[in-house]
Structures are given as C-alpha cells and as structure tokens.
C-alpha cells in the first residue's frame, strides 16, 4: 500500500491544479487519472477559453481578480506564457440580456476594473465586424484574455511532478473506503492510502460520491463549437482586431478569435443536450452546427465562410449554474470541487489553490462563499 499527504481524484483542470498548490506547499499529493493526462474526454480540451472578470456576480468578479495573480504566479514557475488579453465585449439588444450586461457593469466598476459602456455607434465604428440593432448595448473590457486549456493543464501537472507529486493516469478508480480518519484508493493497479482526499471528477463525479452515501444534482450535458472562417474582410478576423466576445440573448453565443489564422471559434453557452456519462460518444451535432451559422448570418455576415474544427465537451451542471467546492459535510478530511456548468475554467487555478487550503486548514482566502455544498443537502 502506497501512502500520501492528500490524494487528488480527476486530473482535470480543477485537480491539476489542486495537486499542483498542494505539491508546491511540500505536500506528498498523488494524482489519479482515469484516461490520459490532458484527454478530450471531459471538459478540458482545445485550444481555447475565455478568462473575464466581466461577470453578471460580483462574487465571481473577486475570484476571477485572485485567479489572475495565481495565473501570473504559475507562469513564473513554469517559465511560459499561458494567459494572453486580447480586450472583450458583451453585448445584448433586447431588456433581459441588456440587464445582464448592465450587471456586469455594475460588478467591474464595484472590482474597479477598467471598463467602456458603448452604444451602437460606438460599437459598430470599433467592430464593424458585426451587424447590430440600434437598441444594442455593449460593454468593452479590457482584462479579457484567453487560455489555451490543454496547455494550462499540462503545465499544471508538470509544475506538481516538478514539486514532487506522483501523476498515475490511466489508472481507474474501483472503490474507496474512507476509514479512521484515512482514505483509501482501490484501482485497478494499486491501493493507496492517505490522510487527506479531493475529488475533482467533472461528470463522473457521483459514482465517486457513492462511497460517501451521497448525489448531487449535477447534470452532464453535451456542448459544441466550431470554427468559421472569413468570407471577407480577412484581416478584420485576427485576435489583433477582433475581440473576445458573449452575446447575452436567450440562448447566449460566445466566439474567440483563433491565433493560428484569421478564424473565429463559436459555440453555444448551453443547448440542453443532457446525457448520462456514460452514454457520451463525442457526436458533433450539425443541427448545431446549423443554428451557429444562422446566428453568423445574423450577426457577422462576413464569417460565414468554411466551418471546420468542430468539437465537443461536456458541462457538468449544477441546478444554479454555480460551482460546488466545499468540504464533504461528516467527511473534514475531504473536498470536492464540481458542477462547473461551463464557465469555470478560468477559475480552475484559484479554485486549486481553495481546495489546498480547504483539504489543509479547513478554510481559505479564496472568494467561494457563494459555492458552498450546503444549498444542494436540504
């Protein structure tokens, strides 16, 4: 039997940077992995995700604020680049999805972040790019960036072999026995041991609860995107003169400019395609594909060039859309961070660095007041 400080279950975003917190702070952490390292299974792949502190919640705004620092913090220790701003708009034509951007507005100026509200001559000489109604309402700032996610994980773990953890992936999870104020890990390989545990499992994160006498609402569900190139006006479509951009209306639509050709990749926030875990088979969705280009039709005519690069993941939701990182209510000794519902990649640094501090003081600086496990356990 092999023995640990803490074992990190899941080596997604949110446990690669757990496993890398803890290592930096000494700890003995080994990470498990059910499929390879960096996989496309989950919910951390391709080439991009939006980092904002451009958020409807002021408390998301404060945890996007710490995370920043943690980002800056990881590239020093690895010796790469891996946050690039690129400046973003929100923007929204009828009242319900103005209000959310308004919201946002509300949250940066409370950060004292800086920030531009445009109307539509302003928005339309910046970005003639898009076709918008008169009513529009857009919201300009410029901390907005992007990741590359396989990358950021990547770096992640190797940072955590660096601080001395033990990564096993390929390696899946059979059973696990909390006893004694001890953990152990059945595998299909090994059994470990450790006084400390988290678990980070995006979709499969129920099965692991079981062992706990415990479910959580979550709800796997498939998403989507897709790249488009330009049909003209090319040199408009590169990250240096177009943004980052979310267009709150009913079903919001997002779009990041790609870094390796003037292209854009455009996805829905949510289309409701929920699934059990096991039954997700990575099928791309033309239907989708074909309400994106619509939407395109609509809104940047000029992009609705070659579509290629379509890819999926899955959310993880939770009934409110907000995460869940916490410690295990009768279980002091483990966290568990889940139901990122598609928006907590940007997060995933600091929400490594709060599970640290959960698994190792029982509390933590980081700004997760709102993410408590206790609003699901009626």
């Known amino acids: 039997m092999l023995g640990f400080d803490v074992i990190v279950l899941g080596a997604g975003a949110m446990g690669s940077a757990a496993a890398y917190q803890l290592a930096r702070q000494g700890k003995q952490v080994l990470l498990l992995e059910q499929f390879n390292i960096a996989h496309n299974q989950g919910s951390t792949h391709g080439e991009s995700r939006i980092f904002r502190f451009a958020y409807t919640n002021l408390a998301y705004a404060k945890l996007a604020f710490q995370c920043k620092e943690l980002w800056l913090a990881l590239e020093k220790d690895a010796q790469e680049k891996l946050l690039t701003i690129l400046g973003g708009i929100d923007f929204a034509e009828d009242e319900i999805g103005k209000q959310s951007v ?26 003639p790019q898009f076709y918008l109604s008169p009513s529009v309402l857009g919201l300009y700032s410029p901390d907005t960036g992007v990741i590359n996610p ?6 992640m773990v190797n940072c955590a072999k660096k601080f001395g953890a033990v990564v096993q992936d390929n390696e899946r999870v059979r059973e696990i026995r909390p006893t004694r104020g001890k953990i ?5 390989k ?12 995006g979709g499969w994160t129920n099965k692991l609860l079981k062992y706990f006498n415990l479910q959580l609402p979550l709800q796997v569900s498939q998403e989507q995107t897709i790249y488009f190139r330009p049909l003209a006006n090319k040199e408009l479509f590169t990250e240096k003169h177009f943004p980052i951009w979310i267009n709150y209306r009913e079903n919001i639509v997002y779009g ?8 854009v990749k455009v996805g829905f926030h949510h289309n409701g395609f929920y699934l059990d875990i096991n039954d997700y088979q990575q099928q791309v969705s033309e239907e989708v594909i074909a309400r994106l280009r619509d939407y395109l039709k609509q809104y940047i005519p000029d992009l609705v060039g070659e579509a290629f690069g379509a890819t999926t993941c899955i959310y993880t939701n ?6 869940i990182v916490d410690l295990l209510p009768g279980y002091p000794n483990v966290a568990i961070a889940a139901g990122f519902s598609g928006h907590g990649f940007k ?7 709060a599970l640290a501090d959960l698994i190792t003081e029982g509390k933590t600086q980081m700004n997760i007041g709102h993410l408590s496990i206790k609003r699901f356990l009626a």
Do not use: C, W
């Open 102 to 127: 308004l919201e946002a507005r509300d949250a940066l100026q409370m950060l004292g972040s800086d920030f531009e509200e445009l109307n539509y001559t302003q928005l339309t000489k910046r970005y």
């Open 150 to 155: 396989i990358r950021a994980l990547e770096v």
């Open 184 to 188: 152990e890990i059945l595998t299909e």
């Open 190 to 201: 090994n059994i470990y041991q450790a006084n400390k545990l988290i678990i980070s499992a």
């Open 256 to 263: 990041i400019p790609a870094f390796t050709e003037p292209a």
């Open 318 to 323: 939770t009934p409110d859309h907000d995460f």
């Open 347 to 353: 997060f995933s640094i600091g929400i490594g660095q």
